[in-house]
């Protein structure tokens, strides 16, 4: 990743703690700068600073560019927002296999220090695509060979009945309106995870996670 | 769940948005208090409250009620250390069909408001059971004729391997340290959710919808 940092900035104790990290910054040519606890602490959106920061450039590429690189599992988060629980949706998405991340609509926007640090890392695994048109995505998506899922508590199909070996984008919509119904009506199938309790419905993330997951599965021959 | 309610306070708004609710308190009983919108948010632990309040009974159960009771599924918290992810859980695990969730040894209170509002009342659906010894969990789980598996991201078997027919007791760790090694040790085995691609981990409540959902699948026959 040292491509995309363009300046360090860190506390005396942190580069103490990351002297391999800075070490490989400075032998990169990228500028590292000693700043006092307190800058750390505003430059930093959180509570808790770790005392490092980097200063980094944009990341996300055109959908052109992500669907060219055909990977066989996308995710995409339609109008987000909620960035803990986008964050943690690029990070499983990233586990799970996914190429590419798609934040479809207006939303979150990827680069929300509280989405980062929920992705742990992970946006610097998978093609990142911001601010995407969805209806745009599903058209473009399927004329690139792309099994086009929306996921909803009112699905008519369950996860469980589903051939998932083909190469699959998952829609998912936000927590407090699930996915519009233009998006929806355009996608290939509306996908349910079953809920086997009596719980209504499953938090948006863990959703997310089961439904990845079972691409993943399906894609690594298990 | 009108048994576990002992008095319920609301808003006049959020009474008259939620009649039924307030009617059927009234018909068994239960005293019904109105009250100002200033009060609600003192006695709510949230920054937009609903506007209703039930003050309850505790609802946890002994671990041998909960085990004798005979669920094919149950998730164990231990020393969990963030509410959110708590309750996340405890729904997930009720999606997926488990009879009961114990939060095993010091961590989060299962009656944290910010668990209960995560679990979004499947506290009422699973028998819940409080602050048990772990190695008293897994021991009395084994007797009970129960699977007992630890999670860890350093597991030594995948997920993917498992058969997961029989009953099972899935042990989660926190956020910050994981699985205690002696719970680790006690375990009958310890299992890690494989990674297909370059995330070094999953989220805590990712990794558990991920491991209760493969149990879902093998228990419902798909």
């Not at 996914?98 to 093609?127: C, L, M, T, W």
């Amino acid at each position: 990743m040292p491509d995309v940092v363009v300046e360090l900035f860190g506390t005396t104790d942190a580069m103490r703690r990351h002297r391999d990290l800075v070490g490989t910054a400075q032998s990169a040519g990228i500028p590292v700068d000693e700043i006092s606890a307190k800058s750390a602490a505003a430059l930093s959106e959180t509570v808790t600073p770790q005392g490092l920061i980097a200063v980094c450039r944009s990341i996300d590429v055109p959908l052109r560019t992500a669907l060219d690189r055909a990977p066989r599992l996308v995710a995409a988060l339609v109008e987000p927002n909620d960035p803990g629980n986008a964050g943690t949706i690029v990070r499983t998405a990233d586990a799970a296999g996914a190429g590419s991340v798609v934040f479809a609509g207006d939303g979150v926007d990827p680069y929300n220090g509280k989405s980062i640090r929920a992705a742990a890392g992970s946006v610097f695994h998978v093609d990142l695509v911001a601010g995407h048109p969805p209806l745009d995505l599903i058209a473009s998506a399927r004329a690139a060979g792309y099994r086009v899922l929306a996921t909803s508590g009112g699905g008519v199909t369950s996860l469980a009945d589903l051939d998932l070996s083909s190469p699959t984008v998952w829609l998912f919509g936000n927590e407090a309106h699930g996915l519009p119904p233009n998006v929806l009506q355009a996608a290939d199938d509306v996908i349910s995870v079953p809920i086997y309790g009596q719980a209504e419905s499953l938090n948006l993330s863990a959703a997310a996670a089961v439904c990845l997951y079972a691409s993943a599965r399906a894609h690594n021959g298990r």
